[in-house]
């Protein structure tokens, strides 16, 4: 028995050197269960400065988020990933980036809001008319028909400086979301406030699908 276990020892060794085997877990949105953790989670695994293709590697090969580049500004984009959590709510999350001209990390958000204090200042929309223009707000619903347990819609009021929809970014909103990824407990609201709507949890792209709650929807509230 002795000798066995001193011949798998080398031999995991041996495989751990040639990196077949031992390889550290790979990222997944599940095993993130706060906006928090998520925003912790990136200052460790993608600070400022991090390779546009490190970022994608951990989002989109390994997590398996939908990845979208901003319309007419190529060094934003976006990873997003949804989770029906027992059909009680369907999860967003929404992990934007800015690269600089040389595809180098300037900003993260997580649903909008900034992951480094120290990285680009988050935009600000003025909530004044454009000039010649009439500012509008109207009151929206992001459609979650799957939720039909429990939140069938997102609600919230977007501010549009020159009330034309085509033109996005001069919109800001506000509306509510939970803190936890988690059926069992929501955790507690979360007001997001002055959030571009390209980054947020209320955005209309789709995601390429939905993943289901890993966890016992049995014991669902």
């Known amino acids: 028995m002795g000798k066995f276990c001193s011949a798998s020892f080398v031999l995991l060794l041996v495989l751990c050197g040639t990196k077949v085997a031992c390889a550290e877990p790979t ?4 095993s993130v269960g706060t ?5 912790s ?6 600070p400022l400065g991090s390779s546009r293709e490190n ?7 390994e997590g398996s988020a939908t990845l979208k580049v901003k319309e007419g500004d190529s060094s934003i984009e976006k990873y997003i990933y949804d989770i029906d959590l027992c059909h009680y709510y369907i999860w967003r999350w929404n992990i934007s980036v800015d690269f600089d001209a040389s595809d180098q990390l300037l900003q993260a958000y997580v649903n909008g809001n900034i992951v480094f204090p120290n990285g680009n200042p988050k ?3 003025p909530k004044v008319a454009e000039e010649g223009e009439k500012a509008s707000i109207y009151r929206k619903q992001r459609p979650r028909p799957e939720a039909y347990k429990g939140e069938r819609s997102l609600g919230f009021l977007l501010f549009d400086r020159d009330s034309d929809p085509s033109t996005t970014d001069d919109q800001a909103l506000i509306g509510a979301g939970p803190s936890r990824a988690d059926p069992m407990n929501l955790g507690k609201i979360v007001i997001y406030e002055d959030v571009e709507p390209w980054r947020s949890i209320f955005d209309f792209d789709s995601a390429d699908h939905i993943v289901p709650y890993q ?3 049995n014991t669902a509230i």
């Open 35 to 39: 906006l928090d953790d998520m925003s």
């Open 215 to 217: 966890g016992n929807c």
């Open 55 to 61: 970022v994608r590697h951990i989002f989109v090969e």
């Open 41 to 46: 989670l990136i200052r460790s695994q993608a």
């Open 123 to 125: 935009k600000f929309v």
């Open 27 to 30: 990222f997944s949105f599940e």
